[in-house]
């Protein structure tokens, strides 16, 4: 079972849809499971506003979790992760690779998607089901495609369709048989 | 597993350079096994294989727990390094950050190349087998093989940057897509890595020796020593051959015939008027042929030569005609 947690408000509808793609993509049940507060320790002071990826998945409260159940935060600030050599990427979202928490923010989405739209909601659910495949792991694809492709490509954003490419969505298949065995 | 502490970051004066002796490893030790990833050294165990008893060093992989036993005498062979430096991961970075180049046409070629760099266990080597893989992706769809192909070297390649930078596996995946594909509108300047992966060189398959159990081998010197010494090199030759095969010296066969057909060319000469040389040959030749068939009837096996054939022919041949000229000459 996939549980959808928000942090900060969104659409009922939003959340609905997004548990209904997450349901259709990987043929596990999803459903949104109420609202939690932002953890205050893994907000940064440097940049203002942002919350430290890693921090808030080990801090945020959870809800009733059983094993092989996946926790998905809905946010709308911005995260941070460290810097590599190359500069820090883009961040969309943050996952726990093997684990059971994920976290998706809209803090960088387009500015023309607005919330409440079609467009809106494919995109926050194809960014969801990027972050819930990582606890599956499943890592990332080069199909543009696919929605285990990485969010700032150009290919994420022309295929708006929330699907996995046939090798994402074997691996995830097993992933889950083995989960559930 | 989801990232490594901060504290068990590598250092950067740290290098990877290959373990030479299990000896050099202790507990708790992180080393990256070729293909396998990173592995922590958990010690040395005894254990009875085969009626015998081996000691193995003991390490567990890191991204999914499983046990690794490698037999102490090979841990030197097997590719076994410490995990990369920061010196290591940043030519990683300018090697994923530089332009993609033209792929590899052949797909055997390619396929070879990346098993090698998968195997030699460089960490520049798995990092350049994503990059040539991302290349062919940007323009088409990767096949299976070479899909599950770059599946694994990004594996191989995420948990070491994971570790050496001290960072969760989705940052260093992060990091690895930002490098590989940039954001549109990034300018960056251009780079290129210090150094490429080496491969080292494959191992040639040596055939076994053809050799009876109890021979002794024969050095090669011993054997041109030998060459010195006048050895009778045909002597085996003729052991070989069958009897009937012997082959015997060319020059009894051939030069006895030459000498009578010498002899009778001289009297042909002397006595040969220019007009009936035609009657004289025609005679000749029917004398010859029943000499020829009572030869073959006498000596079936015996083997006619050419000089015998241009006898019973009546004809010339170049050998006759130029022992006619040595003769003349003389």
Request: hydrophobic letters at 35%.
């Amino acid at each position: 079972m996939i549980r959808v947690v928000t942090l900060e408000p969104f659409l009922p509808e939003d959340v609905g849809a997004v548990c209904s793609l997450l349901f259709q993509t990987y043929g596990l049940g999803a459903e949104p499971a109420g609202s939690l507060p932002l953890p205050e320790e893994a907000e940064r002071k440097r940049p203002a506003g942002t919350y430290d990826a890693k921090l808030l998945l080990q801090e945020a409260e959870s809800v009733k979790l059983v094993a092989d159940d996946k926790l998905l935060y809905l946010m709308k600030s911005k995260l941070y992760i460290p810097e590599g050599p190359l500069g820090a990427p883009p961040i969309h979202g943050h996952a726990q690779v093997g684990g059971q928490r994920a976290v998706v923010t809209t803090a960088l989405f387009p500015k023309k998607l607005r919330e409440g739209t079609e467009e809106f909601r494919l995109r926050l659910a194809k960014q969801a089901i990027r972050e819930i495949g990582r606890t599956w792991d499943l890592r990332s694809c080069p199909e543009p495609k696919c929605a285990m492709h990485p969010p700032w490509a150009e290919g994420f954003e022309t295929h708006a369709t929330p699907m996995l490419c046939n090798f994402c969505r074997e691996r995830s298949e097993e992933r889950i048989r083995l989960a559930a065995t | 597993m989801d990232g490594v502490p901060v504290e068990d970051a590598i250092s950067p004066s740290e290098s990877q350079p290959i373990i030479r002796s299990a000896s050099e490893l202790q507990p708790g030790d992180r080393v990256v096994y070729p293909n396998q990833g990173v592995c922590r050294v958990r010690g040395t165990e005894d254990k009875e294989i085969a009626g015998s008893r081996l000691t193995f060093l003991a390490m567990t992989r890191e991204e999914d727990n499983a046990t690794i036993l490698v037999p102490l005498a090979k841990v030197p062979t097997i590719g076994l390094r410490k995990v990369a430096g920061s010196v290591e991961i940043e030519d990683v970075f300018d090697l994923l950050a530089s332009s993609f180049e033209d792929p590899e046409l052949d797909w055997k070629v390619r396929h070879r190349h990346h098993v090698d760099l998968l195997a030699a266990g460089d960490i520049l080597g798995v990092a350049e087998v994503v990059k040539a893989l991302q290349g062919i992706a940007n323009m088409r769809p990767l096949p299976q093989r070479e899909r599950e192909r770059y599946d694994t070297a990004r594996r191989l390649l995420e948990d070491e940057i994971a570790v050496a930078l001290g960072i969760p596996l989705a940052t260093a995946e992060d990091l690895i897509d930002f490098a590989l594909i940039p954001p549109p509108g990034t300018v960056r300047a251009p780079r290129k890595p210090r150094r490429l992966a080496e491969i080292p060189a494959r191992p040639r398959p040596t055939r076994p020796a053809r050799r009876a159990p109890g021979a002794e081998e024969v050095e090669f010197e011993e054997f041109e020593e030998g060459l010195d010494e006048g050895l009778d090199l045909e002597a085996p030759l003729d052991e070989e051959l069958g009897p009937e095969e012997v082959l015997e010296p060319e020059t009894e066969e051939v030069l006895e015939p030459e000498a009578e057909e010498l002899a009778e060319l001289e009297e042909a000469e002397a006595e040969r008027p220019a007009p009936g040389r035609k009657k004289a040959t025609r005679a000749r030749k029917a004398e010859g042929e029943t000499q020829a068939t009572r030869k073959k009837s006498e000596a079936a096996a015996a083997k006619p030569t050419k000089a015998a054939r241009a006898k019973k022919e009546g004809g010339k041949t170049p050998r006759a005609s130029r022992s006619k000229k040595e003769a003349e000459e003389s």
